[in-house]
Each structure stands twice: as C-alpha cells, then as structure tokens.
C-alpha cells in the first residue's frame, strides 16, 4: 500500500526547482510549472516569449 507521506516525497523529488533549459535552480521553476506546464525558471521563460521557436 501507498502511503500518503510517499507520494508527497515523489512530487517534492520531481518538483526540484531546477530548470529543464538551463539546469539552474530557482524557485520561479515550480511557479512555472504550474502555471504553463513548462519546467523552466523566469528568465528562461521570458527568452521562450520573446524568440518563441
Ligand atoms: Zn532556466
């Protein structure tokens, strides 16, 4: 069986704060996440909006 504490561990690993384009950590990576599905950090996202490929 599952415990509750072992899926919260899970989503807190995946949920790193580190960006999938520029590996930095920030903690605008989780925000991002959330928000536009990406795992990516502010500044990355800004550079996304401004050169959208
Ligand atoms: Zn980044």
Redesign the pocket.
């Known amino acids: 069986m599952i415990k509750k504490k072992d899926i919260l561990e899970k989503n807190l690993k995946e949920l790193d704060e580190v960006?999938d384009?520029?590996k930095?950590k920030h903690e605008s990576v989780t925000h991002n996440l959330i928000l536009t599905g990406f795992k990516?950090?502010y500044?990355?996202r800004v550079s996304k909006t401004i050169f959208p490929i």
């Open positions: 960006c384009e520029c930095q990516i950090c500044s990355c």
